[in-house]
């Protein structure tokens, strides 16, 4: 658990397409590739299913078969990426809420509005929707944010968020009048000039020395701003210690909004192994 989610090879990429067109052959033209097949096919970043689903507009087309899912849904629009008919992107995320939990839905919602769709487009899908998914995908909708730049910094985001913390500022650009220099922030608090930043090297050859480096960086002020670094571990393992180092600075620094005590909530999300 120490580590993040791998990103699919292009062999895994190309392997899934080959069993996705091979998924719908049995099925009609009416047939699309929903669920995780249409997140596959849409290149957004889903845990492993190791099924494929088929979604079809009548019960009476339904077709059992070993490895597919099928499902029934009259109303659901499609389009055709990669030559294979899939379910259109609002409608991938109300599938995808009827069993992805809240946080890996959230960074789905994120992956969808940084470059497929506008974030307005998807609330009013989701506004409107019903049926399976449709109050899943309202409630993460409401922490979905545009600019994201990856699956790490919205987990980091959320973790941050359901502990009760102030939701930091996504991706923010601080320029230096005199250098003209600028920077990028992952995730800040620019009224009390803290920043998070996500560090997701895997291969480091001494481990001990990163991770002392880590601690050197954060002790560093760049203009009064601190940085706090976070890696996997600090996600996956260690929750609890992450959110003690940033509560902790959020409260010397002097944040309004910091409560005394942090909710619980996170828990149910971000499990630590110690």
Known sequence: MDEQPRRPTIWHILVRALLARAALLPFGDAARGSHSTAARAWRLPVPIDPDEHVTVPTAAERRSRAGVRCHVDPDGRSVVVDGIRVSALPETFVELAQKLPLVDLVVVGDAMVRRMIGLDE?????????????????????????????????????????????????????????????????????????????????????????????????????????????????IYARPDQTLSRIHRLLVERGHPDVPRRMSEAWRAHFPVHA
């Open 122 to 234: 998807l609330r009013r899908h989701c506004a409107d929707a019903s049926g399976p998914g449709a109050a899943q995908a309202r409630a993460a909708l409401a922490f979905v944010r545009s600019r994201v730049d990856s699956p790490m910094e919205t987990r980091l985001r959320m973790l941050i968020v359901l502990a009760g913390l102030p939701e930091p500022q996504v991706n923010l650009t601080v320029g230096d009048p005199l250098t003209m220099a600028r920077r990028k922030y992952d995730l800040s608090w620019p009224e009390v000039r803290l920043v998070v930043e996500y560090d997701g090297r895997q291969h480091v050859d001494r481990v001990d020395q990163w991770e002392s480096d880590l601690e050197r960086r954060e002790a560093i002020d760049d203009d009064g701003w601190r940085i706090i670094v976070v890696v996997a571990r600090g």
